[in-house]
């Protein structure tokens, strides 16, 4: 389905459903303060990996962090290591609405206990 395609009425279910899975996750973090999972499934994708699995379907890339850009909640990107063939692999830390502080805390906490953050991938 192409943007034109979309009528103002799935538009606005598509916001409705958007607001309800906001409310979702926003109910999540009353019970966690910070959520820490992968940027991607694999070490991070080469452009031409990642406009070939974007064509195919947009999960396979944003499958870990569109959940977060949808919802508007803060997240925190950090370095933790490198694939078999040199390619960088993060992690994030996800928050609810209004803690940027303390993701910031914690990803400093993480910078101070490990060398991640100076490290460069071999071969540059």
């Given at each position: 389905m192409?943007?034109?395609d979309v009528t103002p009425t799935q538009t606005g279910q598509g916001n409705i459903e958007r607001r309800k899975f906001r409310g979702?996750?926003?109910k999540l973090f009353s019970e966690l303060d910070v959520?820490?999972?992968p940027v991607y499934r694999?070490?991070?994708p080469t452009w031409a990996e990642m406009r070939?699995?974007?064509a195919v379907d947009f999960n396979n890339i944003g499958k870990f962090t569109s959940p977060f850009n949808a919802t508007g909640t803060p997240t925190v990107t950090l370095p933790c290591g490198f694939t078999s063939d040199g390619r960088p692999i993060a992690f994030q830390l996800a928050g609810g609405p209004g803690t940027e502080?303390?993701?910031l805390k914690v990803a400093h906490a993480y910078q101070q206990?490990?060398?991640w953050h100076t490290r460069r991938p071999p071969g540059i």
């Open positions: 192409k943007v034109a979702a996750v926003v959520f820490v999972m694999l070490g991070t070939a699995q974007v502080a303390t993701l206990a490990t060398d």
